[in-house]
């Protein structure tokens, strides 16, 4: 399929576990992709694996300066931007509020949320140039509810609801849509491996088997979600609100007798 064709399309944390797939996606669909990342190795290495149509560009989401050189890398690369996926995301180690330090709070809204508000900020004259586009927030299904021990996560990702929403009402006169992806628990190193500061990874703590879809999220369910939604297909949805976790917000399912 090619529902990219001449687009670009920038994506952040683009060299982990969700945003590699997010970006191979994209180039396999006709897109030029710009793979935003702190881990230049990686990042590089995806870049020279897909090839001419792929750029890697070090990015800090919570540095304005570094946004601005990401979308200059993109049009200046490929002539516009298109699409922009607010995908870079960190989890605090499971802490109680009481016990959380300021500077773990700060850091995890720094990079959660601050770091989406500043990619729409830095993307929309780039989007506006090209005559609309897209914006997807990666948020999540912790934003949906509250989550013990978790609460720097949590609140990041309630407030990216609230931006996801102000964005689509300011830009849609511009053609330019915002929408939020709520994954659930997905089977990346996020999940698989302990965050900073932590005794054990969340998937410790998790079994889908009580759920509807018995069985933990994939990148690529994440993926195709996001393509429809950056897609001409999705072009009468903004400011909506994606939820894709195999049924867990449901509550337990009924069990086979």
Same mark, same amino acid.
């Given at each position: 399929m090619t529902r990219f064709i001449r687009q670009t399309v920038l994506v952040t944390g683009g060299s982990g576990g969700q945003g590699a797939s997010h970006v191979r996606a994209f180039h396999a669909e006709g897109a030029n992709v710009v793979i935003g990342d702190v !881990?230049?190795?990686?990042?590089?290495?995806?870049? !020279?694996?897909?090839?001419?149509? #792929?750029?890697?560009? $070090?990015?800090?989401?919570?540095d304005e300066k570094s946004w601005e050189s990401a979308v200059s890398v993109a049009e200046e690369s490929f002539g516009s931007l298109g699409v922009l996926v607010n995908n870079a995301g960190v989890q605090n180690p499971p802490v109680p509020i009481e016990n959380t330090d300021a500077s773990t709070w700060a850091r995890i809204l720094d990079i959660n949320l601050t770091g989406t508000?500043?990619?729409?900020?830095?993307?929309?004259?780039?989007?506006?140039?090209?005559?609309?586009?897209?914006?997807?927030?990666? #948020?999540?299904?912790?934003?949906?509810?509250?989550?013990?021990?978790?609460?720097?996560?949590?609140?990041?990702?309630?407030?990216? $609801?609230g931006l996801t929403r102000t964005a689509a009402l300011e830009l849609g006169r511009d053609r330019i849509r915002v929408n939020a992806i709520h994954p659930g628990v997905i089977a990346t190193a996020f999940i698989n491996e302990p965050a900073a500061g932590a005794a054990a990874p969340i998937a410790d703590f998790f079994s889908p088997a009580p759920f509807a879809v018995p069985r933990l999220g994939e990148p690529a369910d994440v993926t195709r979600l996001l393509l429809f939604l950056a897609s001409a297909d999705a072009s009468f949805i903004t =400011?909506?609100?994606?939820?894709?976790?195999? =049924?867990?917000?449901? =509550?337990?399912?009924l069990q086979h007798q």
């Open positions: !881990d230049a190795v990686r990042g590089a290495a995806l870049a !020279d694996e897909l090839g001419d149509r #792929a750029r890697f560009v $070090r990015l800090d989401v919570t508000f500043l990619g729409i900020k830095a993307a929309t004259p780039a989007l506006r140039r090209a005559g609309g586009g897209a914006v997807v927030n990666i #948020a999540s299904t912790m934003g949906l509810g509250g989550t013990a021990l978790y609460a720097p996560y949590v609140a990041s990702k309630w407030a990216v $609801r =400011g909506a609100e994606y939820v894709i976790d195999g =049924g867990l917000q449901l =509550g337990p399912a």
